[in-house]
């Protein structure tokens, strides 16, 4: 991996073997995430982008299956990992989880038990693996309280989970994510049930940790509003593919995907579209068991060429920094999709 890379996916795969066929979740993804970098991963429901986040943790379903497919991580303390070599339990991918990698989820539950206090959480984290004394880390946990802008932190080290507001509870998350000093954070989706303000407010400590701790963010979300305000670079997801990657800016502003044109379309922006219906992108995402031939989103394109794209998968095309999986890609040279 080149020195500056943190994480690189290439050709992760992740099958569901169902009754009624085989469902390719994660059907050939790469990327790669610098140290430091916000990479937003956008796709709509069901597009395979939690299942790929959990094949980089090793927290699959028991079920799935992976078939191919390579993840490599090399945390800022300079060891190499293969992470798609290690099994759900190994020690190794126990440290890894511990010590360099953070989630964090739309439901702060799912990380939260409701039966210890906020602080005995974060204590038991760093006790275990930053080898930290009782009382050191009831203040390392009061300090990543405080860190994470909750207000007495000294009182709340001793509340329980349901003692708190929803946003507080998501901040409690997030402290207990970056007590371990990750390189790298996964935000799946943290904002999506929150109102807009406190989604305003989390996305903005989530920036300023970043900057502070010089960690790097894979953010997933549906949102493309979200991803303008965090990411650097954004790779858009489509039925276990990613069909297109670029910097924040090209993805705005020279989008060279019609489903990310389509995505782009369907944004409020304000002051323009208010009482104005917005274009949806037309029909349903395909039924995971019955993927379309060629380019899967060809069904419901608008540039699709009966004879090639119902036919022929498309080949990546690459434009600089900028990837399209899409036989016209090319001619899309600056579509000013949204402002
Ligand atoms: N345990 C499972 N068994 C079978 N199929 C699954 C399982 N978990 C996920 N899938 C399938 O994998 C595909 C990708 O799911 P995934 O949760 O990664 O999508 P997503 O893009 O994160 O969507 P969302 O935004 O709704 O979370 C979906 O078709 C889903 O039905």
Known sequence: MPAERLLELDDVQVHFPMREGLVKAVNGVSYHVNKGEVLGIVGESGSGKSITARSIMRLLPKKAVEPGGRISFRPRTGEEYELSSLSRNSRAIRQVRGNHIGMIFQEPMTALSPVHTIGMQIMRTVQLHKK????AAR????????????????ELVDAYPHQLSGGMRQRAMIALAISCDPSLLIADEPTTALDVTTEAQILDLLKSLQSELGMAIIFITHNFGVVADIADRVSVMYLGKIVETA?????FYAPKHPYTQALLRSIPRLGVDQGRRLPTIPGMVPDPFSVPPGCSFNPRCSHAIAGLCDVKTPPEKRFGNQMSRCHIADQFVQEPAHV
């Open 132 to 135: 930290l004394g009782k009382a």
């Open 139 to 154: 203040e390392r946990a009061i300090d990543l309280l405080a860190k994470v802008q909750l207000p007495r932190p000294r």
């Open 247 to 251: 910097t924040v800016d090209d993805i």
